[in-house]
């Protein structure tokens, strides 16, 4: 009788322990962010961010070590030499086994140190290699989404943002990487995210660690198809992706940052700087299973499936992320995830996750245990 009451409560305790640890990890998991978003008129505009994009594709194909690469990279310093003739930038030379390439940098607020980055990549992918006619996949992608929407939409947050630079209290980085999208025999022997990584190397060429701090880095990658739906991209920091995704909400842009969002992890150009600690955000699409835009790595990643809304909502969230984050407005009570270090996306997931079966195993064997002292004393009273 005793033995049967303490194995009913300890089967309790266990059953109690699972339960809390449930709720817990369900009320972590949540999206539950709610923000009010800084009262202003947005400015981005998805017109002239199309027009970015068909100015690339009329560039050609942007692979890296061509002359098309090259021209692209002139064509985005042109672009913000128009918005100010004095606009700081930076060259990144570095190769890939012999090719040379080049990542470019463009700062605004510079006396500031704190720094968001704003990054995409600009390089197009040599070969189409899931183009469903088998003889398209040698042939290079036009890059209309895979590439030329992030940089497009860039250009447009740089015109915008350097209109209101001086009611902003960060510097803004507005970050172009080539050489993203040329692993998987894209080029033979590639790696993906070559041209990110190999910036993080050189990071501490491009600001003072020691008196500078970069606060976070977001991501834009195929931000521009028709049908935008962002994923909850698990390696970004789940604080910072859950806020832009509260942001866009918030907007009124349910469709394009749904509420149970795909959950995947991509290899893509905000790792380097997750393992450098600096929270980073992926704003991507479902592009692999059951696609939500289905022409990625094919011959139709072209103008005919980009929307000029996609590259507006894209924008104005971000424009809003900064707005809402850096204005120096004291009337407006900041409400967001700053200074997002707060990551439950995937290596803490793994903890949760061992976490549960340390409790769950711990209540099997609870219960195994007492079920044999059971079984003993039974044997001891007939023996
Ligand atoms: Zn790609």
């Not at 088998?134 to 943002?161: F, H, Q, T, W, Y």
Request: charged letters at 20%; aromatic letters at 14%; one cysteine or more.
């Amino acid at each position: 009788m005793c033995i049967n009451k303490k194995y009913n409560i300890l089967i309790l305790v266990a059953f109690a322990c699972i339960a809390i640890f449930s709720i817990v990890f369900l009320f972590l998991t949540s999206n539950n962010l709610s923000i009010q978003n800084y009262n202003t008129e947005l400015e981005f505009n998805g017109d002239n961010a199309y027009n970015y994009v068909q100015d690339q594709l009329d560039i050609g194909f942007r692979i890296p070590g061509t002359e098309e690469r090259k021209e692209s990279a002139q064509y985005f310093i042109s672009k913000f030499l128009e918005i100010d003739s004095n606009f700081t930038y930076i060259i990144h030379n570095f190769t890939v086994y012999t090719t040379e390439c080049q990542n470019i940098l463009f700062k605004a607020n510079e006396e500031y140190d704190n720094v968001i980055i704003l990054g995409a990549h600009y390089d197009s992918r040599a070969k189409a290699t899931r183009d469903p006619i088998s003889e398209n996949r040698s042939k290079p992608v036009p890059g209309a989404n895979d590439g030329a929407s992030g940089a497009a939409v860039l250009i447009e947050l740089a015109r915008v943002l350097y209109g209101q630079k001086d009611n902003l209290s960060s510097e803004i980085w507005f970050l172009f990487f080539d050489a993203e999208d040329q692993g998987g025999n894209g080029i033979l022997g590639w790696d993906w995210i070559e041209g990110s990584e190999q910036f993080v190397n050189d990071l501490d060429d491009f600001y003072d660690s020691a008196t500078e701090n970069i606060e976070s880095m977001i991501l834009l990658d195929m931000v521009g198809g028709t049908n935008l739906q962002f994923i909850n991209e698990q390696y970004s920091t789940s604080s910072l992706l859950e806020e832009l995704f509260a942001i866009g909400r918030n907007l009124g842009y349910t469709n394009e940052f749904p509420s149970n969002p795909v959950s995947r992890s991509i290899i893509d150009d905000h790792i380097g700087f997750l393992d450098l600690g600096i929270p980073s955000a992926d704003l991507i699409i479902n592009f692999w299973d059951n696609p939500s835009w289905p022409y990625h790595h094919t011959t139709e990643d072209d103008i005919s499936h980009i929307s000029n809304y996609s590259l507006e909502v894209t924008g104005r969230t971000i424009e809003q992320f900064v707005y809402n984050n850096y204005i120096t407005d004291t009337n407006y009570n900041y409400q967001g995830n700053r200074p997002w270090d707060v990551d439950m996306s995937i290596p803490d997931m793994q903890i949760i996750i061992l976490l549960g079966l340390i409790f769950g195993f711990a209540g099997v064997a609870i219960i195994i245990t007492l079920s044999i002292k059971k079984f003993v004393k039974k044997k001891e009273v007939n023996v």
